[in-house]
């Protein structure tokens, strides 16, 4: 069946943006490069924002006129405030994607009180002053997407990672009160679940607990940051316009 998509991503038909800008949080690298990639391939215009200054400039260079990077601490309020401005500087802003996240695993008992308070200040508290920040510029401007990253880990319990569940079960939280009550401005609000996806934030693990993490995908394997990506787009575009509230899993499974 035909449709207004009929080519792939190296032969794409009608675009899904027309120049709407769309923020990506934690852009420079993983997940949020390739939802940035995927936004400007899709006829959006991106700014980037993450701490990686180097990998974040380099990736809007790469990605030509229509990406931008800036360096964004999203714990810091004052940080989101210059980076919407940018942002309306640049065009309507229309769609924002809090993707940035830390993840340092860890049990219950073994979990040092700052490093709790860590990940609650990037996970959670950054979600939330994106969230508020772009706000304004959405409402007026008639509406917007915002798509906020929780994992598979804030839809059941993820043994030995007890603060990064905690956050991500806070975004998924987060994502449902607010779509109630920005829905009447015309701003959609979801949250996405990524599995095992084969980024950076995953390096660290060995190639045995690769495998036994494996062993519990019912798909069998890792995915790809770009398949993430794709879910991410489509909520931010019209395809997904009478989506809201909603928690999508892109886990191969493993949540079930």
Known sequence: MQTDRETDMRGRGTPLFDGEVIVVTGGARGMGAAEARLAVAEGATVVIGDILDEAGEALADELGPRCRYRHLDVSVEADWAAAVEFASSLGQVSGLVNNAAIYVPQPLMDTPVE????????NQLGCFLGMRAVVPAMKAGGGGSIVNLSSSAGLRGSPGSF???ATKWAVRGMTKSAAMDLGPHGIR?????????DTPMIAFRTEEQMRQRLAKVPLGRMGGPEEVAEMVVFLLSRRGAYITGAEIAVDGGVSL
């Open 189 to 197: 609000v979801n949250s996405l679940h990524p599995g095992p996806i």
């Open 115 to 122: 490093m709790f308070e860590r990940h609650l200040r990037v």
């Open 163 to 165: 603060a990064y569940s």
